[in-house]
Structures are given as structure tokens and as C-alpha cells.
């Protein structure tokens, strides 16, 4: 019980230390003062970072670049909101690793099994796309749950930009990252034991274009499944 007990603590320790970072300026007034979309103007955004959410006794970890500005940074929530979120939900559901198809607001009663899901960068950055200070300052954080899913054995990267972010973290950590290419469905064994997957990132532009197909995404998810 004392472990368990701990182990609670934390996280919510970690929580709390991401929730109130305000490391980068730059997304510190992006967050706090991006236009809320009119579909959402009577709710209240979230604008703050986000911490990952889910299994914390996880094996596979999903991780994105960061949050969305309609989904993590008005829902409270990664991966809450919008239609990546939906894609995605979606097919957790449909490997058992999540209670309900859908990923709409902190209450909706989402409960994830044996995955959790996160971003390299913990606030919504402009044009989506972070600095690279930015990510190596957001870095501790995300090498943090990594090493806290203690049961963690596979990650799987959704695009290039949190690809790159990933690798990025890795070089900080001393591990090496030689012949490691973005590729959707490419598979790597890392110096540390972890198993590295790669996609094609659910947005709504890749869906719609056919660059990532519900096939494809959930064809890579039942290798996963199966190779764990």
C-alpha cells in the first residue's frame, strides 16, 4: 500500500510541477491569448500545460508534438476534443485500450488500459510548431514520464515533428539515434530496451487526404498489440 501510496504522489507531484510551468514566454501568451473559435466561445479554455493522461501502470506510450489548440488547450486534456482525438480514441477502443470511442472533456468518463498518451511539448505552440529551446525546455518533463511508466516497453511517435522531438530528448538523455528515420510504420529496437514505432500523425489532413487511412493506423496498432 505504501508504494502505491507513493507511486500516487508522484504524479501528482509531476502534475502539478507541468500544470503551473511557465518556462517559454513565447507559449505562455500564445496559450493565454489564442481566440477561442466561435463554436467555443461560451467555454472556458483550459491554457495551461497539459500532462499526459492514462494507464499509469502503461506499457505502450502514445506521444504526439504537442497540444491542440481547440483540443488539449481548451479541453484540459491531451488528445480531448477535436478530431484527432476522435480518430484516435476511436481505435484504442477498438484494441480494448480504452473504455469508450470517444475523447471529448475531461468528464466524458474516458478510461485508458495499458496505454498513456502525451505530447514532447506540454503547451499549444504557435502555427503548431515549437522552437527547438522550446522543446529541449519542455524535455525534462517528457523524459520524466517516460521514466515513471515503469512497466513501459513500446512508444509509438504520431508524425514527424514529435518523431523529431523524440529523438531529440533521446540525444539529450546520451542515447544514440544513428540510422533512426521517420517512416509510417518503421520499427526500432533502442539502446535502452524500448520499442520505437512510428506514424503517420491522425490530423484531420491526413485523414481526409488518404495519407493515413483508418487501415493503415489500425493495422500498425495490431502489430504493436502483438509484438509487446
Not at 106 to 117: E, F, P, R, T, V
Request: contains cysteine.
Amino acid at each position: 500500500m505504501a508504494t502505491k501510496t507513493n507511486n500516487l504522489s508522484m504524479w501528482k507531484n509531476f502534475q502539478a510541477v507541468v500544470i503551473n510551468c511557465r518556462k517559454c514566454p513565447r507559449l505562455v501568451a500564445h496559450r493565454e491569448t489564442v481566440p477561442a473559435r466561435p463554436l467555443y466561445q461560451h467555454q472556458k479554455y483550459w491554457r495551461r500545460p497539459l500532462p499526459g493522461f492514462g494507464d499509469q501502470q502503461a506499457w505502450l506510450l502514445i506521444t504526439g508534438l504537442a497540444p491542440a489548440g481547440d483540443g488539449g488547450n481548451r479541453t484540459g486534456r491531451v488528445f480531448t476534443g477535436d478530431a484527432t482525438a476522435r480518430f484516435l480514441v476511436k481505435a484504442l477502443y477498438a484494441q480494448g485500450w480504452a473504455n469508450q470511442p470517444i475523447s471529448e472533456s475531461l468528464d466524458d468518463g474516458l478510461i485508458l488500459k495499458d496505454c498513456y498518451l502525451t505530447a514532447a511539448v506540454k503547451c499549444f505552440p504557435p502555427k503548431h510548431k515549437p522552437t527547438r529551446q522550446e522543446c529541449v525546455n519542455c524535455h525534462p518533463y517528457y523524459m520524466q514520464e517516460i521514466e515513471m511508466l515503469f512497466k513501459l516497453r513500446v512508444i509509438l511517435v504520431l508524425g514527424k515533428l514529435a518523431f523529431d522531438a523524440f529523438l531529440l530528448a533521446l540525444k539529450k538523455k546520451g542515447l544514440s539515434t544513428k540510422g533512426i528515420k521517420f517512416k509510417h510504420g518503421a520499427f526500432y529496437r533502442l539502446e535502452n530496451g524500448l520499442k520505437l514505432y512510428c506514424s503517420y500523425h491522425p490530423t484531420p489532413r491526413n485523414v481526409n487526404t488518404g495519407t493515413l487511412t483508418e487501415k493503415m493506423f489500425y493495422d500498425l496498432l495490431e502489430e504493436i498489440k502483438k509484438a509487446q
